[in-house]
């Protein structure tokens, strides 16, 4: 384990650790990315995956977002499929699609293949985060990770999918080879957190985009005993650690129960649910993080300013109900048309309030 930065200043890290911080800190999901016009730059010279295993390429669209809207906090640029990708997964990137894999995993046999999967080093990606680590002065830089569910889902689906019909149908009718796919997935994404853990991250969270697609009762029995063991594989880094997902109202309970409750842990929540109401369902002690509609941002600034007050309001109302701290975001990624001016002037408003 590498010597983490002491950032005790840091708003992001103070929020996300149940402290007091300066300021209301903001960062955005996907605030590397298409929305950026420096972004679509470097990547009319580079397919995805290209980027996502060269440190200095990691390293610059890491850092693009920083230098232009003064964010509390960095995301590692990567994907969810990367370690997949390093385990020798055959899967593309595609422009405009995302995740594509070659051969989806429908059956036992599949799942067999998968479990010879280890992790080995991914050098562009540690390589990355200590340089990072090193440009990134006071800011804080956010490793992250597919949750176990959310990265089924595209292995079983072969790609991205609505209503992600064959993954239930496999988690149902399949148990046994759905759990032992979960299990591979599962040690999967510990040893892809722990390559930026131990590279220097600062915090990491855990995407579970998907999981909102599931009922409570199949949620506990499918999917939360997998990513309680996520989050117990990371807990003795002792950085703050966050659970994400989209549609998850039902579900914010459980998903704090994955974090196993420990200090300096933060749920992510979407526009649908407002943050005191979450407050309440993930129970006293945790951080909040969101919850900004995207869609808001398309609809022009009067309209967006508003909508961020609103956000602060309910964020302070969410403290006194007992959350532990509140991280404004969206309450899922900036979509790729945004005007990137709009993001700037969003991070100036909740840095003024
Ligand atoms: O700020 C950042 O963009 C950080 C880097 C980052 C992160 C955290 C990327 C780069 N991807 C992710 C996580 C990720 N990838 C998630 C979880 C977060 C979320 O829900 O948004 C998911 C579900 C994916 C899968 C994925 N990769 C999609 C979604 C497809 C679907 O099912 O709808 C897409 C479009 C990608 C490609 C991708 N990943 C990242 C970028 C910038 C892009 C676009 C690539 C391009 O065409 O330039």
Known sequence: MSTRRDLPEAPYLAAASGLTSSRI?????????????EYRALRAQNTMMEACFDAELICE??????????????????????????????????????PVIANPVRTEADVAVLKSLELARIDAVSDAVRLLVGELGDVPLIGFAGAPFTL?????????SKLHERTKAMMLAQPATWHALMEVLTDLTIAFLKVQLDAGVDAVQVFDSWAGTLSLADYRTFVLPHSSRVFAGVADYGVPMTHFGVGTAELL????????????????????????DAATRVGAGTALQGNLDPVVLLAGWPVTEKAA??????????LGAGASGHIFNLGHGVSPTTDPGLLTDLVELVHSL
């Open 253 to 276: 309970g459980a998903m704090a129960e994955a974090t196993g409750r420990r200090p300096k842990t933060v749920v992510g929540v979407d526009w649908r649910t407002s943050l005191a």
């Open 152 to 160: 089924a889902s595209y292995l079983v689906e072969g790609g991205p």
């Open 25 to 37: 800190p903001v960062w955005f999901m996907r605030q590397a990315g298409r929305s950026l016009p």
């Open 309 to 318: 007050r609103a956000v602060v309001d309910d964020g302070r109302r969410a």
């Open 61 to 98: 669209i890491t850092l693009q977002p920083i230098r232009r809207h003064g964010v509390d906090a960095a995301i590692l640029f990567s994907d969810i499929v990367v370690p997949l990708r390093a385990a020798g997964v055959d899967l593309d990137i595609v422009a405009a699609v995302g």
